[in-house]
């Protein structure tokens, strides 16, 4: 395949994958208006889950598979469907749901496409991401060497900011001792930076960071379907994005950030004990 073939191919999952997450972000902003409540919880009492986290990713299997039924889908509610074409579409069809539990606007359907992804949608190559705040209407979007946008404006990272002046977002865990493990590399990087948020959506986080929102972010224990459209979309929008020890991100850890502020904060998360 050419480049440009290879541009006109992302450009058209990218059409399908805003298509499927506006359409699911209506499901679910509907739903939420009707009131929600907890369904089951998974990891532990707090990681929640809610009958609407459930029907919106049945919703957005079902449009995937009448559209391309031999992509494989790794989904963060139901088992993961196995494909033929190569491409596996990653998804997450609420990211916050702690966040459209409560009623915060701040939370997020994403989709992403990516190729060559393996068990769990981890590995692989993402050909284009979509992420939309249904309360907020925003829709996040990229495709692979295509830029990154949000309402038809490019967005870059804010290229030159030192850690000291780093506005930096990040999300904790589930289980009570990963958190006590977090708060103590947040006890020690807080005075580092200029201030810390917590919005509790990754995907939205990584496309603040994308929209100069946010300077860097990190975080420990994501999964695939919490990062792979936002990290798409930061990346395109100039971020530097890597994991332990200088790899690629993983469930133990993402960094994310401009260039030239990457490994100041990588170095200040190790010295805090992130990698360990």
Same mark, same amino acid.
Do not use: C
């Given at each position: ?145 295509? $830029? &990154? *946008?949000?309402? +038809? ?9 030192? @850690?000291?002046? #780093?506005?930096? !977002? ?67 929008? $100039? &971020? *530097?994005?890597? +994991? ?9 850890? @993402?960094?994310? #950030?401009?260039? !030239? ?16």
């Amino acid at each position: 395949m050419t480049q440009h073939e290879a541009s006109v191919a992302s450009a058209a999952l990218l059409d399908l994958a805003r298509d499927i997450a506006v359409r699911a972000s209506e499901f679910t902003l509907q739903a939420r208006r009707a009131g929600v409540s907890v369904a089951a919880t998974k990891s532990t009492h707090t990681d929640i889950v809610t009958a609407v986290d459930r029907d919106t990713e049945a919703l957005i299997r079902s449009l995937i598979l009448d559209a391309r039924p031999a992509d494989g889908i790794v989904g963060e509610e139901d088992a993961t469907h196995d494909g033929t074409s190569g491409l596996d579409w990653v998804v997450d069809p609420i990211d916050g749901t702690v966040n459209f539990l409560y009623g915060i606007p701040a939370w997020a359907v994403s989709i992403a496409v990516v190729e060559g992804a393996g068990a769990g949608g981890v590995d692989g190559t993402t050909l284009a991401g979509v992420v939309v705040n249904p309360v907020t209407g925003e829709l996040f979007e990229a495709t692979a060497g295509g $830029g &990154a *946008r949000l309402a +038809g404006r490019e967005l870059a990272v804010n290229p030159t900011v030192a @850690l000291g002046s #780093a506005l930096v !977002g990040t999300g904790f865990g589930y289980a009570a001792e990963q958190r006590r493990k977090q708060a103590r590399v947040l006890l020690d990087l807080l005075p580092k930076v200029r201030d810390i948020r917590r919005i509790g959506s990754a995907a939205l986080d990584l496309s603040a960071l994308a929209a100069g929102r946010l300077d860097a972010f990190y975080e420990h224990g994501l999964n695939a379907w919490d990062h792979a459209a936002g990290a798409l979309i930061a990346r395109e929008a $100039g &971020a *530097r994005i890597g +994991g332990p020890g200088g790899g690629r991100e993983n469930s133990e850890l @993402l960094i994310a #950030a401009a260039p !030239g502020l990457y490994e100041e904060l990588a170095a200040a998360l190790r010295e805090a004990g992130a990698d360990a």
